[in-house]
């Protein structure tokens, strides 16, 4: 089936596309053996729980359409995993895996200290690099 042209629909919320990415990075994380659990909302800053072998993780999960996914610097942590998902279109996604203490190098916070983004131009090295859970 060809996907040329197909988007993600304008009427899906932020939350709704947020759930979609839980749901999406789960999938991947399950598929790359890890056993994966969302939070679904009982944890103000981890969506998803995972553990492979004797390795534990909490993942933060920001799901976007082409725009930096904000993140507030009070909710930065340095032991958490950030995935950042970007639904390209319904079929494609990319996906951004970074250590909390390698994001908080190129994390920016607004002027007025309380909002802040994550820079999407700045997460090219960390496309795909699920090996980074490991270490």
Same mark, same amino acid.
């Given at each position: 089936?060809?996907?040329?042209?197909?988007?993600? &629909?304008?009427?899906?919320?932020?939350?709704?596309?947020?759930?979609?990415?839980?749901?999406?990075?789960?999938?991947?994380?399950?598929?790359?053996?890890?056993?994966?659990?969302?939070?679904?909302?009982? &944890?103000?800053?981890? /969506?998803?729980? $995972?553990?492979?072998?004797? @390795?534990?993780?909490?993942?933060?999960?920001? $799901?976007? @359409?082409?725009? /930096?996914?904000?993140?507030?610097?009070?909710?930065?942590?340095? +032991?958490?995993?950030?995935?950042?998902? +970007?639904?390209?279109?319904?079929?494609?996604?990319?996906?951004?895996?970074?250590?909390?203490?390698? %994001?908080?190098?190129?994390?920016? &916070? $607004?002027?007025?200290?309380?909002?802040?983004?994550?820079?999407?131009?700045?997460?090219? +090295?960390?496309?795909? @690099?699920? /090996?980074? %859970?490991?270490?």
């Amino acid at each position: 089936m060809a996907t040329r042209g197909l988007r993600v &629909s304008e009427s899906v919320q932020g939350g709704q596309l947020g759930l979609a990415g839980e749901y999406f990075v789960a999938g991947q994380l399950i598929l790359r053996g890890w056993a994966a659990a969302l939070t679904k909302g009982n &944890s103000q800053d981890v /969506d998803i729980l $995972a553990r492979k072998g004797p @390795r534990n993780i909490a993942v933060q999960v920001k $799901a976007v @359409r082409n725009n /930096d996914p904000p993140l507030k610097p009070n909710r930065l942590h340095d +032991d958490l995993t950030y995935i950042v998902v +970007d639904v390209v279109n319904p079929d494609t996604q990319r996906y951004y895996v970074i250590p909390g203490h390698i %994001l908080r190098q190129f994390h920016y &916070s $607004a002027p007025n200290g309380i909002d802040g983004r994550i820079p999407l131009k700045k997460c090219g +090295d960390f496309e795909n @690099r699920w /090996d980074v %859970l490991e270490a």
